[in-house]
Nanobody, 129 residues
């Protein structure tokens, strides 16, 4: 299993970035893909996730309305479009995958890193004020 995150960078407040997560080595349709972030000195937190098979999406309150998660199932890709970025969004962003069954009976647990089995390396997002 491989997850490769890319697309981070330096952007001014109010700007946009699109992160990409390339997945391989598992049956894409049977998984939930999540984006997590970790700022210096803070715990890792769930940002958003998408259930590949049914397209259901989830967002943290802090990014609702600003970030959009999507997938291209033909390419085994997941994207995180981040608009209206704020300095508080500065963090290392990582994508992660877990079988859909893991969250089947408790989808509200999507934001918990411990629910995700596979992790990719992170990509740095820095938002300047």
């Amino acid at each position: 299993v491989q997850l490769q995150a890319s697309g981070g960078g330096l952007v001014q407040a109010g700007g946009s970035l699109r992160l990409s997560c390339a997945a391989s080595g598992f049956i894409f349709d049977d998984y939930v893909i999540g984006w997590f972030r970790q700022a210096p000195g803070k715990d890792r937190e769930g940002v958003s996730c998408i259930s590949i098979r049914d397209g259901r999406t989830y967002y943290a309150d802090s990014v609702e309305g600003r970030f959009t998660i999507s997938s291209d199932n033909a390419k085994n890709m997941v994207y995180l479009q981040m608009n209206s970025l704020e300095p508080e969004d500065t963090a290392v962003y990582s994508c992660a995958a877990t079988p859909s069954l893991t969250l089947r009976f408790n989808p509200n647990a999507w934001h918990l890193p411990k629910k995700f089995r596979y992790w990719g390396q992170g990509t740095q997002v820095t938002v300047s004020s």
